[in-house]
Structures are given as structure tokens and as C-alpha cells.
């Protein structure tokens, strides 16, 4: 894989395996993740696959992830 950068197609990350949530809906409604070598995680938009991707490290991941479970952006999908 050649070298990763935020905004690259998602296509040039050959063999990277892409995960969605099982909350995903038909209508491709989801945002895709996959684990890259060296531990960053690459993140896309379901509905435009070739688009770009996002590059993340692990710390940036974990505060999303943290964050969403502790209720950091429940005020996004609550009603307001």
C-alpha cells in the first residue's frame, strides 16, 4: 500500500478490508471503516465508495469511539 493521506480515493487503499455497522440501512446510509498496516484507520462514506477517505490514528479513534459511547453527540441524532 502506498503511502496514506486524508482526502485519498478509498480506492487506492488496495486490500484494505472495509467493516460498516450493523445498524446500516438499506439505503447505504453508513459510514465503512478498515484497519490499515501500520495501525490507522481509514474512514468512508458508504454511498460514495471511490470517494475519499479519511485517515485516523488510533488515539483519534478511540476519543470518537469513547466519546460516541459516553454520549459526547447524542444532541446529532436526539431530537432537538
Not at 2 to 23: C, D, I, Q, V
Not at 27 to 52: D, K
Amino acid at each position: 500500500m502506498s503511502k496514506t493521506y486524508n482526502g485519498m480515493p478509498a480506492a487506492e487503499l488496495r486490500g484494505a478490508r472495509w467493516f460498516k455497522s450493523r445498524r446500516s440501512n438499506s439505503q447505504g446510509n453508513c459510514v465503512e471503516v478498515a484497519e490499515l498496516p501500520g495501525g490507522n484507520v481509514a474512514m468512508r462514506n458508504s454511498r460514495f465508495p471511490e470517494g475519499p477517505a479519511l485517515i485516523y490514528t488510533r488515539p483519534e479513534i478511540e476519543a470518537l469511539i469513547l466519546g460516541a459511547k459516553e454520549g459526547d453527540f447524542d444532541h446529532l441524532i436526539a431530537p432537538n
